[in-house]
């Protein structure tokens, strides 16, 4: 028997396996690889944490919408939250007076305003949850330990990667998953989730060049 086509495959399936290529390019990006291997300083890692800040605001302002709604309310879990912990990581690295001393890149800003315009569409939210929060609990957890082995850094400056709730992120990722895929989008909602999540990742690559050219190895 062949296997299923991938255009009816559940569809947290169809994220990771059509946006495979999209996901490589964002992984690959100099500013990243630089970054995780030692080849940059603090202040590069810090400006990652300052570009992340406004993306988190707009993605959890969309979750808040959904708390309550007859769909999608299933895929927002307090646990996730990263607001409060990129605060403290920016308090941490850049000084209590932070909100003055970062410079938010276009790059950043672009990717915020993408998300506060499609907060209200499911399939497009769904999306950009997906590819953030369980790309921080999968090679988020990585990048935290090389930057603490490389920057010196201890639990103070990673908040962002600390998910306190969540004790098991494997258990986890399959569990939102499972509601991702119980969402049960139309064909035409699930197409849109997955061009979305192919527009998150470019966002995110277009934002690691913008870094890359801030920060050289």
Request: glycine share 6%; no cysteine; net charge negative.
């Amino acid at each position: 028997m062949s296997a299923p086509s991938i255009a009816t495959a559940p569809l947290s399936a169809q994220l990771r396996e059509r946006t495979r290529a999209a996901h490589e390019r964002a992984e690959s990006v100099p500013f990243i690889t630089d970054l995780m291997h030692g080849r940059l300083d603090r202040d590069a890692y810090a400006d990652l944490a300052a570009q992340q800040y406004g993306i988190y605001v707009a993605l959890e302002a969309a979750s808040a919408e959904l708390v309550g709604a007859a769909r999608g309310s299933s895929l927002v879990f307090a646990d996730l939250t990263r607001t409060p912990s990129i605060e403290a990581d920016l308090a941490f690295l850049h000084g209590e007076d932070w909100r003055e001393r970062i410079a938010v890149l276009p790059a950043a800003r672009a990717y915020a305003e993408r998300i506060a315009q499609v907060a209200g569409d499911l399939p497009r939210y769904a999306a950009h949850a997906y590819t953030r929060y369980l790309g921080d609990l999968s090679g988020g957890q990585a990048i935290k330990r090389l930057v603490q082995r490389h920057y010196g850094l201890g639990e103070e400056g990673v908040a962002f990667y600390t998910f306190a709730g969540i004790a098991k992120p494997k258990v986890f990722k399959d569990t939102y998953r499972e509601q991702l895929d119980a969402l049960d989008l139309s064909p035409l909602e699930i197409e849109m989730a997955v061009e979305e999540a192919t527009v998150a990742f470019e966002l995110s690559t277009a934002l690691f060049a913008a870094l890359g050219e801030r920060h050289h190895a």
